[in-house]
């Protein structure tokens, strides 16, 4: 059973156009949540969170959105730069659990 | 600050060998997690240590097993190793609170033949 889905393995956009990659959970028991972005042979980067008492957070170009009644989060990037394409994981937490549970990821590519 | 490492880089290990990998996290972290990456399965958790215990577990065989230092330097053990074993293995490290982020090592790329 998983309990974090990131339903779109991949998603394609025009650079300086806006990306949004999408996080859906199942977990009610999940109170935190985080995204990451993964280059290739390097370790997972954190790149943004949001507690489930907020309903958006933004950092920059980054602003993370939360819909707790649809179980459901996403990331905007605006604008979409080239050096953004990577595999982003949203990961979510139960912070009395204490570990994260993580989504499979979606690779963005930004075309120039 | 130096960042998460990890040692090896690469592995190559036949079935039925036993493989340990070590995960230095970053200097005043004690939170040490280990997660096994997999194509098409994303980051499956494996096991998270706090100040030498065990905090988190993971629903892999006993197959997987961890510990944690004094000094917060982890190692993973897998013994037995199967094909379907191979995968990036990345340690995380962070300071244990619940609202902290972790900060990833570059990962040990195992390939079992």
């Known amino acids: 059973d998983q309990q974090v889905k990131q339903n779109s393995p991949s998603l394609s956009v025009q650079e300086g156009r806006i990306s949004i990659l999408n996080c859906d959970y199942t977990?009610?028991?999940?109170?935190?949540f985080l995204w990451y972005k993964k280059y290739p042979a390097e370790g997972p980067t954190f790149l943004i969170s949001?507690?489930?008492?907020?309903d958006k957070n933004e950092d920059g170009r980054f602003t993370v959105f939360l819909n707790k009644s649809a179980k459901h989060l996403s990331l905007h990037i605006v604008p979409s730069q080239p050096g953004d394409s990577a595999v982003y994981f949203c990961a979510a937490k139960d912070t009395n659990a204490g570990k994260s549970t993580f989504g499979d990821g979606t690779t963005l590519t930004v075309k120039p | 600050k130096a960042g998460v490492t990890q040692t090896p880089r690469y592995l190559i290990k036949t079935r039925g060998q036993q493989v340990t990998l070590s995960c230095s996290p970053i200097?005043?972290?004690?939170?040490v997690s280990w997660y096994q990456q997999t194509p098409g399965q994303g980051l499956q958790f494996l096991f998270e240590y706090f100040s030498e215990t065990q905090r988190n577990k993971g629903n892999f065989p006993g197959r997987f097993s961890g510990r944690q230092f004094s000094n917060s330097r982890s190692e993973m053990n897998v013994s037995t190793l199967e094909l379907g074993d191979s995968a990036l293995y990345l340690c995380?490290?962070?300071?244990?609170?619940?609202?902290?982020?972790?900060?990833f090592g570059p990962g040990t790329r195992l390939t079992v033949l």
């Open positions: 977990n009610s028991m999940f109170d935190y």
């Open positions: 995380a490290s962070g300071r244990g609170g619940e609202l902290n982020e972790q900060f």
């Open positions: 949001i507690s489930s008492i907020k």
């Open positions: 200097s005043g972290h004690r939170s």
